[in-house]
C-alpha cells in the first residue's frame, strides 16, 4: 500500500503495528516527529492527515492508505520556512524543542479549523464567528504540552501568525 | 501491542461476519490502539471499517438527524445543523478529548470507548472487566473517578464519554445492523449497561453486529446545556457532568431532559427527575428535592464520596441556569 508523505510517494508494507509515528520516524527517516507519551496524551507526535492534525502515535501505517500527510520537515525548511517557525523563533516559543515539532503542526492545523469556523469549547456562541483569543488558543493548543513551560511564548507566536492570516 | 492480522472491510455484512468470528473493529482507534499497546485489548484480527460509507450526516424525514458512524467527532460537532438543533451534543463533544483525536474519533468509536478506571488499565491489577472473576481493584482501592449510581459488587467503574451523555439527554438511538442483515434501533438510554455479574459487557452490542448511525429526533427547541467538572480546565475526564434539555413556557418548566456523565457505568438518566421537574416552576426548593430524588441511591466508596454533593450542585448551578433562576429565588 502507498501513502504520500510530503509529497513524496511511500510504501508500506511492514508490521501491521506499525503506527504512523514510527514509521515515520524508523522507515521515513522523518525524525521531526517525536514520541513523547505514545498513547496520545502529549501531542508531541501530531502531524497533518489529509489537512488534519491527528496524533500519529494512535494510528496505524496500513489505515493510511492514499492519504497525504504533512510532518514538521513538509511544513517548512531552515531556508523557506513556514511563518509559524519564524514566529517560534522570533517569540523563542520552546526552550528543550522537543514539544516543538508537535506545536507547530498542530497549530498549523488549528489556524485551518479556526477558517473553516470551528467553534471549541469555549467559543460562546456556537454559530458565531470564532475569534482567536488566548483562551480559545489554550483550549485549542490543549492536545499539545510542554514540559518546559514556554506555553505563553508559544501563544504569542501562534497568535501573531493568526493575527497575520487576517483579512 | 502483540501480534494481529490486519483485514479491511469491504462492506458492512462482511465487518459483520469478521466480527462474528472474533475480530474487533477498529474505526479512530484512538482509545482501542491505546489499550493494545498496554495489552489491555489483545486482539487477534483487527478489522479496519474506515472505508465502509458510514460518513454521512444526513436530515431524516421528521425533522430529525442521522449521522454515521463513522463521522468523526470534529465533524459532528462543526455541522451547521447539529450547532443549530442539538447544540447541546456539539457542547458535549467539544467538552471531551482534544482537536487531535477529535479528529479521529467517531460516532460508534465514542460510544463503544471503554473506562478509564486504572484497575482495568493496568494488566497487573484485578479487574472483572478486562479478566473476568479477577476480583475489582477499585472497591478497596483509588476510586475517585468511580461510580456512585449503578454499582455493583463485582464493579465501580464509569462510562467515561460525554458524547453519549448528550445524546442519551437528547433520546437519541443507534441503528445497528446484525450479522443476518437484519437492523434495529436501540434508545441510546438503553445502549450502555449497568455492570451487575458482568462488568466485561459495556453495552448492549451483541458479537457480530456492527453500528450504522445515531439517530436524532427533531430538535426540542429550548436552552441546552453541557456542564462538565474535571481535574483542569481542558483534556481531562468528567468527574460529574450534566446534560441538560429544558424548555420554559409561562414561568413554568415546559419538558426538562436531563442525563448525567461520570456518576455511572453509563450515562446516568432518572426519568423520576424529569417528571418532577416537568410542569414545575423554578426555584431552589424544587432544584433541592431533583437533587435528593437522583442522588437517593447513591453510595460513596471513600475517595469518590465528594461526587455526592458535587453532583447536587452542578445539578443546581445548571438548572438556575437553564431555567433563568437566581440563588435563593423560590417558586
Given at each position: ?6 509529497g513524496?510517494r ?8 506499525r ?16 514520541k513523547g507519551?505514545?498513547?496520545g ?8 492527515v489529509n ?19 504533512t ?16 514566529a ?6 520552546y ?9 507547530i503542526?498542530?497549530?498549523k492545523?488549528?489556524l485551518a479549523?479556526?477558517?473553516?469556523g470551528w467553534a471549541s ?9 470564532v475569534?482567536?483569543t488566548?483562551?480559545?488558543l489554550?483550549?485549542r493548543?490543549?492536545g499539545n504540552l510542554?514540559?518546559?513551560g ?18 | 501491542?502483540?501480534?494481529?492480522e490486519?483485514?479491511?472491510a469491504e462492506?458492512v455484512e462482511q465487518?459483520?461476519a ?6 474487533r473493529?477498529i ?5 482501542l ?10 486482539p ?12 454521512e ?13 463513522l463521522?468523526?467527532n ?11 438543533g442539538w447544540p ?7 467538552a471531551?478529548?482534544t ?5 479521529k ?7 463503544c470507548q ?6 482495568f488499565?493496568?494488566?497487573?491489577q484485578?479487574?472483572n472487566?478486562?479478566a473476568p472473576?479477577s ?6 482501592g483509588f476510586?475517585r473517578?468511580?461510580?456512585i449510581?449503578?454499582a455493583?459488587?463485582?464493579c465501580?467503574a464509569?462510562y467515561?464519554g460525554d458524547?453519549a451523555?448528550a ?5 437519541a438511538?443507534?441503528?445497528?445492523a446484525a450479522?443476518?442483515?437484519s ?13 451487575g ?5 459495556d453495552?448492549v ?5 456492527v ?16 456542564r ?8 481531562a475526564f468528567a468527574l460529574?457532568?450534566v ?10 418548566i ?5 442525563a ?17 421537574l ?5 426555584g431552589d426548593a ?6 435528593d430524588l ?7 466508596r471513600?475517595?469518590?464520596?465528594f ?6 450542585r452542578?445539578?443546581v ?15
Amino acid at each position: 500500500m502507498e501513502l504520500t508523505i510530503n509529497g513524496e510517494r511511500r510504501a508500506f508494507n511492514g508490521d501491521p503495528r506499525r503506527t504512523l509515528l514510527d514509521f515515520l520516524r524508523l522507515d521515513c527517516g522523518l525524525t521531526g516527529t517525536k514520541k513523547g507519551c505514545d498513547h496520545g496524551q502529549c501531542g508531541a507526535c501530531t502531524v497533518l492527515v489529509n489537512g488534519q492534525r491527528i496524533n500519529s502515535c494512535l494510528s496505524l501505517t496500513l489505515m493510511h492508505e492514499g492519504d497525504t500527510i504533512t510532518t514538521i520537515e513538509g511544513v517548512g525548511t531552515p531556508d523557506a520556512p513556514d511563518p509559524l517557525q519564524t514566529a517560534f523563533v522570533r517569540h523563542d516559543g520552546y526552550q528543550c524543542g522537543y514539544c516543538t515539532p508537535g506545536q507547530i503542526c498542530s497549530a498549523k492545523g488549528m489556524l485551518a479549523e479556526i477558517a473553516a469556523g470551528w467553534a471549541s469549547a469555549v467559543t460562546r456562541d456556537l454559530e458565531g464567528e470564532v475569534v482567536l483569543t488566548r483562551e480559545e488558543l489554550a483550549e485549542r493548543m490543549s492536545g499539545n504540552l510542554c514540559r518546559c513551560g514556554a506555553y505563553s511564548n508559544i501563544v504569542d507566536a501562534i497568535l501573531e501568525v493568526a493575527g497575520e492570516a487576517r483579512p | 501491542m502483540r501480534p494481529f492480522e490486519y483485514r479491511r472491510a469491504e462492506g458492512v455484512e462482511q465487518a459483520g461476519a469478521l466480527a462474528l468470528a472474533g475480530g474487533r473493529l477498529i474505526a479512530g482507534g484512538t482509545n482501542l490502539l491505546d489499550l493494545m499497546k498496554l495489552q489491555v485489548e489483545t486482539p487477534a484480527q483487527l478489522v479496519d471499517v474506515n472505508r465502509l460509507p458510514l460518513r454521512e450526516i444526513e436530515p431524516l424525514a421528521d425533522g430529525g438527524l442521522r449521522i454515521g458512524a463513522l463521522v468523526s467527532n470534529s465533524a459532528c460537532a462543526a455541522d451547521p445543523r447539529v450547532r443549530a438543533g442539538w447544540p447541546l451534543l456539539a457542547r458535549a463533544i467539544l467538552a471531551g478529548a482534544t482537536f487531535q483525536l477529535r479528529n479521529k474519533a467517531t460516532t460508534a468509536g465514542n460510544l463503544c470507548q471503554r473506562t478509564r478506571c486504572h484497575y482495568f488499565y493496568n494488566p497487573d491489577q484485578p479487574c472483572n472487566k478486562r479478566a473476568p472473576g479477577s476480583g475489582c481493584g477499585a472497591l478497596g482501592g483509588f476510586n475517585r473517578i468511580h461510580a456512585i449510581l449503578g454499582a455493583s459488587d463485582q464493579c465501580i467503574a464509569t462510562y467515561p464519554g460525554d458524547m453519549a451523555v448528550a445524546l442519551a439527554a437528547l433520546d437519541a438511538a443507534v441503528v445497528i445492523a446484525a450479522p443476518d442483515g437484519s437492523q434495529r434501533s436501540v434508545p441510546v438510554r438503553g445502549f450502555h449497561r449497568l455492570p451487575g455479574d458482568t462488568p466485561e459487557k459495556d453495552n448492549v452490542l451483541e458479537p457480530g453486529e456492527v453500528i450504522l448511525a445515531v439517530t436524532l429526533p427533531p430538535p426540542a427547541g429550548g436552552t441546552q446545556l453541557y456542564r462538565k467538572v474535571r481535574e483542569r480546565s481542558s483534556y481531562a475526564f468528567a468527574l460529574v457532568s450534566v446534560a441538560a434539555a429544558v424548555r420554559m413556557e409561562g414561568g413554568r418548566i415546559a419538558q426538562a431532559s436531563l442525563a448525567f456523565g461520570a456518576l455511572a457505568h453509563r450515562p446516568w438518566r432518572d426519568p423520576r427527575v424529569d417528571a418532577l421537574l416537568t410542569g414545575a416552576r423554578p426555584g431552589d426548593a424544587l432544584f433541592a428535592e431533583a437533587a435528593d430524588l437522583l442522588l437517593e441511591g447513591a453510595q460513596g466508596r471513600g475517595h469518590n464520596d465528594f461526587k455526592i454533593p458535587l453532583t447536587r450542585r452542578t445539578l443546581v448551578a445548571v438548572l438556575r441556569e437553564a431555567t433563568g433562576t437566581q440563588p435563593g429565588d423560590q417558586a
